[in-house]
């Protein structure tokens, strides 16, 4: 059998184990707490992809032409 990519060895901790949701605003998370959330590859990369499409979609094509966004 093949060894685990790493992502999957670091998620084995918290399979099968139910937590409570987060909330960075109103609790002191801790910086190990961030380095878990960074580590999770799937989630960034969902949020690139999202954030670009916002983007893209932000200027109608036929403004686009005319109009900067920041």
């Known amino acids: 059998m093949d060894p685990l990519p790493e ?6 901790g918290y399979r099968d184990y139910l937590q409570s949701p987060l909330q ?3 609790d002191n998370l801790e910086a190990k ?3 878990i959330f ?6 960034y990369s969902q949020y690139q992809r999202a954030i670009a499409k916002a983007l893209v979609d932000r200027v109608p094509d036929e ?3 005319r109009v900067t966004t920041c």
């Open 24 to 26: 960075p605003l109103m």
């Open 38 to 43: 960074e580590k999770d590859t799937v989630k």
């Open 33 to 35: 707490t961030y380095e």
């Open 63 to 65: 403004d686009a032409s």
């Open 7 to 12: 992502q999957e060895l670091f998620e084995l």
